[in-house]
């Protein structure tokens, strides 16, 4: 029995369609003859390229997994993860970054709070809370098993 949470779909389309322009930029200025860019303008373009691809891969592989013995999270390209047993509370922070997004803290023994990366509206929040919330109820319920 495990969920899974991903980013959700309004800010997925967001990020892809942001890196979709800066790849875009990058193929259009890397399309032209070399002597008409030269060498700063073929740097520009391969910067921008990749920053698109960067971009798209990070927020594609951002997610949030539950399991009977951890959260497990991948953000930046790092898997962590948090065992149950090392978890306070939940609770609803600020998102990391600009703007006002709200995301959903972890108070971790002798870590302190651990953003996870599931941001979004408030309610969209408070509702993924009250399902990790849920969740971590039920784990008292069954019985453990290694495997």
């Known amino acids: 029995m495990s969920r899974h949470y ?9 990020w892809l369609i942001c890196s979709a322009v800066f790849v875009l930029i990058g193929l259009s200025v890397l399309s ?7 060498a700063g303008g073929v740097i520009v373009a391969v910067l921008a390229f990749a920053v698109g691809c960067v971009g798209a891969a990070l927020r594609l592989t951002t997610d949030v997994k539950l399991t009977p013995a951890e959260i497990s999270y991948r953000s930046n390209f790092r898997r962590r993860t948090i065992p149950w047993a090392s978890v306070e509370s939940i609770r609803v922070g600020r998102a990391p970054g ?3 997004w709200s995301c959903v803290v972890v ?3 002798e870590r302190g709070g651990v953003r996870l ?3 979004g509206s408030r309610d969209y929040v408070e509702r993924v809370m009250g ?3 849920a969740y971590r109820a039920g784990l008292g319920t069954l019985p453990l098993t290694k495997g």
């Open 6 to 14: 991903r980013t959700p779909a309004g800010q997925l389309v967001a």
């Open 32 to 38: 032209q003859p070399s002597h008409k860019v030269g």
């Open 98 to 100: 600009f703007g006002s």
């Open 107 to 109: 108070d971790v023994i």
């Open 117 to 119: 990366p599931v941001a």
């Open 131 to 133: 399902e990790l919330e």
